[in-house]
């Protein structure tokens, strides 16, 4: 299926030819740590279908396996848009700055060791449409 997002200055627009299947979300503590919540979600994308406009701020990170793993992000306004490989063959799109994310339902959920104990009772959590009415 085909994918684009654009981070939340707009200054980096992203589209992509994905399988919906590799939709998957990581529980790692890295995971945790760089996108500001308990998980991560992201789908694959061949380098060959990524087409990235705009110029994305890297930071490599050692994996757990021991790989480098390029994370990136817009540089202005933060916006998490893809991990990938040193020579960029793969790229697992942040599903949250695209716009089909609510269609990139996660298949499998990976690292659950460090998964958020809550996450699995969140029905019985106080929900609201907005914000609490005050
Ligand atoms: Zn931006
Ligand atoms: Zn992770």
């Avoid at 919540?37 to 490599?60: H, L, M, N, W």
Wanted: glycine share 8%.
């Amino acid at each position: 299926m085909k994918i684009e997002g654009k981070c939340h200055c707009g200054k980096i627009s992203i589209t992509a030819e994905v399988d919906p299947n590799t939709a998957t979300a990581c529980h790692c503590t890295d995971c945790q740590m760089f996108g500001g919540g308990p998980f991560r979600t992201v789908v694959v994308a061949k380098a060959e279908s990524t087409q990235i406009d705009g110029d994305p701020k890297e930071y490599t990170k050692i994996a757990e396996s021991g790989n480098p793993r390029i994370q990136a992000f817009c540089g202005e306004c933060g916006t998490s848009l893809y991990a990938t490989d040193l020579n960029k063959t793969v790229f697992n799109l942040r599903t949250g700055f695209l716009k089909q994310r609510e269609e990139l339902i996660p298949k499998k959920h990976i690292f659950g060791d460090s998964s958020a104990k809550w996450l699995k009772d969140l029905d019985q959590h106080q929900w609201f449409p907005k914000t609490p009415q005050q």
